[in-house]
């Protein structure tokens, strides 16, 4: 069974950082894809950022520039390093995973953790 498993939300002020770790377990380290998405209140869920067993990542434009996606394959973790953040990353952030190539679908995603609040103040 896979589990997923999210860490390091909180409040931050405008312009901060933050950085959400997510542990995996129950899955071969390294491979497929892992991702980030979030959800507002009374907003759907919306793609964040992937990264693939190659290595190569992918960001949705809200966030290119700002955030970044890091694997330890070593650890079975994956990172999202967030900098610069504004009010409109509030969220619920929710980290996800696929034994396969997957992009910004997130009904593509087998697995997925219970999220973790992110809320940035202006």
């Known amino acids: 069974q896979v589990q997923l498993v999210e860490s390091g939300g909180g409040l931050v002020q405008a312009g901060g950082s933050l950085r959400l770790s997510c542990a995996a377990s129950?899955?071969?380290?390294?491979?497929?894809?892992m991702a980030w998405f979030r959800q507002a209140p009374g907003k759907e869920r919306e793609f964040v950022a992937a990264?693939?067993?190659?290595?190569?990542?992918y960001y949705a434009d809200a966030v290119k520039g700002r955030f970044t996606i890091s694997r330890d394959n070593g650890k079975n973790m994956v990172y999202l390093q967030m900098n610069s953040l504004k009010p409109e990353d509030t969220a619920v952030y929710y980290c996800?995973?696929?034994?396969?190539?997957?992009?910004?679908?997130?009904?593509?995603?087998?697995?997925w953790g219970q999220g973790t609040q992110v809320t940035v103040s202006s």
């Open positions: 996800a995973a696929s034994a396969y190539f997957r992009n910004s679908r997130g009904d593509t995603y087998e697995y």
């Open positions: 129950g899955r071969p380290s390294g491979r497929g894809t």
């Open positions: 990264t693939w067993t190659s290595g190569m990542t």
